[in-house]
């Protein structure tokens, strides 16, 4: 009857320890959970393209409750910035900049981070004769790294973003393609 004691109290001691491990290791992978930085790109790209009240009112919420969990004083500034256009019609250089500040603010958690920052300041200094250099970087970079990626879909979107030549109704709309498909 001892050795049945003795052994039933390794066995409870050792689900205890495996109970512990468990629990230590859940609390850590919730306290060192990546920055949401995806889903706010994708809202504030969805957001841009909202008509429904409704839908744009949940994701404003939405988007300050990632925001908030960022923790992170630039995007804060951005997005307060962005609020103030909300209420009317943000230009699309307003979610343009929320997703570079997003993306520049949390590099290593974006793994396409480069060619992101590329794609953005390829939009935002084509045609920008002051910024020529800048955008010529840019362009060539950002080409290179789309071919890299090796998806066809990005391939397709940057190739109708080049022929398109900044003169496009579409350019903006192919632009907020492409960061979806990138940061896929």
Not at 100 to 105: D, E, F, G, I, K
Not at 119 to 138: C, Q
Request: aromatic residues 8%; contains cysteine; hydrophobic residues 45%.
């Amino acid at each position: 009857m001892a050795v049945q004691r003795g052994f039933g109290t390794v066995i409870f001691s050792i689900i205890g320890i495996v109970i512990v491990v468990l629990a230590v290791f859940i609390i850590l992978k919730v306290v060192r959970s990546e920055p949401p930085v995806v889903p706010l790109i994708y809202k504030s790209i969805d957001l841009r393209q909202a008509a429904n009240p409704v839908d744009r009112a949940n994701l404003i919420t939405n988007i300050d409750e990632l925001v908030s969990d960022l923790n992170s004083k630039e995007v804060k500034d951005q997005w307060d910035r962005m609020m103030q256009c909300l209420s009317t019609t943000c230009p699309d250089e307003a979610y343009l900049d929320i997703v570079l500040v997003t993306v520049a603010n949390f590099e290593s958690d974006i793994p396409q981070s480069d060619v992101l920052i590329n794609v953005i300041a390829t939009n935002k200094y084509w045609g920008n004769n002051e910024h020529l250099l800048e955008f010529s970087k840019a362009l060539s970079m950002a080409n290179e790294q789309v071919q890299l990626l090796d998806n066809r879909k990005a391939d397709k979107l940057w190739e109708q973003i080049v022929e398109c030549n900044n003169a496009c109704a579409e350019k903006n709309n192919l632009y907020f393609d492409l960061i979806r498909t990138i940061v896929q």
